[in-house]
């Protein structure tokens, strides 16, 4: 449970200061900067959430569990730079071309973790 509310703190964050931040609320520059910066550091929640997680599963295969998490991980981030070109290209707008996208992602996350997330331990070995 503990994980749960972390990861969902992690995810919920910079997507409430994203939106906070995409709407026209008269703030001044230095203000918009100050919610982002908060978001994306309470993002630092996942470091109890989602990492610990590998433990937990298998602590043997803790290493490589975090390896393919990872790799799966960084190919939004790939794939979201030309996303975010094209879609900035198309629109004109940066709350639509990146923070649009990613508050969708935030949002799904939060979603996806609560819903299938667990830290059940595995056994990945053939031995008995």
Known sequence: MVRKICQTIAFLSPATCMILSSLDLGLDPWEIVTILTGGLALSSFALSGLYCTHQDIS???????????NTVGAIPGIVGVALTGYLLDS??????????PSIFFYLTGTIVWLALASSKPQTFSNSD
């Open 59 to 69: 602590p043997e295969y803790a290493s490589i569990l975090l390896g393919i998490t």
């Open 91 to 100: 629109t004109h707008s940066w709350g639509m071309s990146l923070f649009a």
